[in-house]
């Protein structure tokens, strides 16, 4: 059973909209979150992390938003740019542990 | 360029065939991990090694072994493997056993057993 999952497989939006990745966990045990952003061709690269004692994780035109209730994390991107195209991975860890269990990703492509 | 270098990038192999994946890190981390990544399922850990040592096997087939001769250089031997197992197979290195925000990947080993 999935414990992190990432419900949208694709999201198409305009260059300087705002982009928002969605992610949903079941196991209230995770204290860590992460995002990591998957080129093709290239391994995952950590981008943005929020810790649960944080609601709001904000760096650049990146934001990560925790709803502790909900059990529910997204990202958000603005403005969203054509090189932001990517595929986006959530991420959660539990005690901090270093194993990270992943859901399967969404496609972000940002149109010129 | 993140410091994690994996060979090959990509592979194809015979179900009675013996291949290995190469991992080696140029970061001085202290941790190594395979993790698996099959079509339309979410990267999976398989191995956690800290400081050579293997910490962690998330119940992979024996069929997968993997050797970590220092904490630069990680393999995975791979022997009678199904087509099932065709898959992105990904190393990682963290600066020290624990860490959760500190794992750099690499840019990964597409393998395809025929």
């Known amino acids: 059973d999935q414990q992190v999952k990432q419900n949208s497989p694709s999201l198409s939006v305009q260059e300087g909209r705002i982009s928002i990745l969605n992610c949903d966990y079941t196991n209230s045990m995770f204290d860590y979150f992460l995002w990591y952003k998957k080129y093709p061709a290239e391994g995952p690269t950590f981008l943005i992390s929020?810790?649960?004692?944080?609601d709001k994780n904000e760096d650049g035109r990146f934001t990560v938003f925790l709803n502790k209730s909900a059990k529910h994390l997204s990202l958000h991107i603005v403005p969203s740019q054509p090189g932001d195209s990517a595929v986006y991975f959530c991420?959660?860890?539990?005690?901090?542990?270093?194993?990270?269990?992943f859901g399967k990703g969404t496609k972000l492509t940002v149109n010129p | 360029e993140t410091g994690v270098t994996q060979t090959p990038r990509h592979l194809v192999m015979g179900m009675t065939n013996k291949k290995s994946l190469k991992c080696e890190q140029h970061l001085g981390h202290n941790a190594m991990y395979w993790y698996k990544q099959s079509a339309k399922k979410p990267l999976e850990l398989m191995f956690v090694?800290?400081?050579?040592?293997?910490?962690e096997n998330n119940s992979v087939p024996s069929r997968f072994s993997p050797e970590c001769p220092n904490s630069s250089h990680l393999f995975l031997h791979l022997h009678t493997l199904q087509p099932e197992d065709s898959a992105l197979y990904l190393c990682a290195s963290n600066v020290s056993p624990g860490g959760w925000n500190t794992i750099y990947f690499g840019e990964g080993s597409w393998l395809t057993v025929v």
């Open positions: 090694y800290n400081f050579k040592e293997q910490t």
């Open positions: 929020i810790s649960s004692i944080k």
């Open positions: 991420a959660a860890s539990q005690g901090g542990s270093e194993k990270l269990v």
